[in-house]
């Protein structure tokens, strides 16, 4: 089975962070996908990198200071990138997410919360309707951050693994890493230098790196002990993947 995962879904020729873009990539035979998560105002989850919805809508409004009702029939189909090809494409909550993965047990979630909603409105604010929200796929999906304490205390609150971001290849985060034993750590591989010829796979957690559309690339990575490698463009990555990868 492929440890590609798709980024935002199937992100290279759809929107990103849609059902559409999820569906996709899992029709393709992606066995794992990541989306983000950011908390509107009153409390409801939505899949969304960004806490503005500017870049995907079109439209100058901050989640985190929005209602779900104001925002949920707001078209994020991109139109910078694709027109009007798909304004159809609307704003997901995470519960319409959740509600078709229940469907494809045999797909990883790797489900990202976003500082910009722990900022704005606090660290349990976020975790408890995003727990809540994450049950019927509790057995088969990841909870990411770049925030180690609201990370470790989602760990305390509930059986989900936990996955950090780390944004540097610094032996402090490594110390800390192997203090607070998160079950992933995910990093950009432009922060990694392969001068260093480090053995991934013995480490205590599972590396996650993204993200590439290069199979070549992807390949290298996994041989190196990385578990896990994001890509933009997983139908098309899939096709090159080893079986024996």
Same mark, same amino acid.
């Given at each position: 089975m492929s440890r590609l995962v798709a980024h935002r879904g199937q992100k290279?020729?759809?929107p990103e962070n849609s059902l559409e873009s999820i569906a996709e990539a899992i029709k393709c035979g992606a066995s794992a996908v990541e989306f983000d998560v950011q908390l509107t105002a009153d409390s409801i989850p939505v899949v969304c990198h960004d806490a503005n919805l500017r870049r995907t809508a079109g439209i100058d409004?901050?989640?985190t200071r929005s209602n779900?009702?104001?925002?949920?029939?707001?078209?994020?189909?991109?139109?910078?990138?694709?027109?009007d090809q798909y304004q159809s494409v609307m704003l997901p909550s995470l519960q319409n997410m959740v509600s078709m993965l229940k469907?494809? %047990? &045999?797909?990883?979630?790797?489900v990202e919360l976003k500082d910009e909603s722990f900022n704005a409105l606090g660290i349990d604010a976020v975790l408890q309707p995003v727990i809540s929200a994450?049950?019927?796929?509790r057995k088969h999906c990841v909870v990411i951050a770049d925030n180690l304490s609201a990370l470790l205390q989602l760990k305390q609150l509930s059986s989900l693994p936990i996955g950090w971001i780390i944004h540097r290849w610094h032996e402090d985060d490594l110390a800390t890493a192997r203090e607070r034993q998160p079950d992933y750590l995910v990093v950009n591989r432009k922060y990694y230098n392969h001068k260093k010829n480090h053995d991934f796979s013995k480490d205590d957690w599972a590396w996650v790196m993204y993200e590439t559309c290069d %199979? &070549?690339?992807a390949i290298s990575l996994f041989r190196m002990g990385v578990s896990y490698v994001e890509t933009a463009d997983i139908c098309s990555m899939l096709k090159y993947m080893p079986d024996n990868i």
């Open positions: 290279h020729n759809l409004i901050d989640i779900f009702s104001e925002i949920k029939n707001i078209s994020i189909g991109e139109s910078s990138r694709f027109n469907e494809s %047990p &045999q797909v990883t979630a790797f994450l049950q019927p796929i %199979p &070549q690339q």
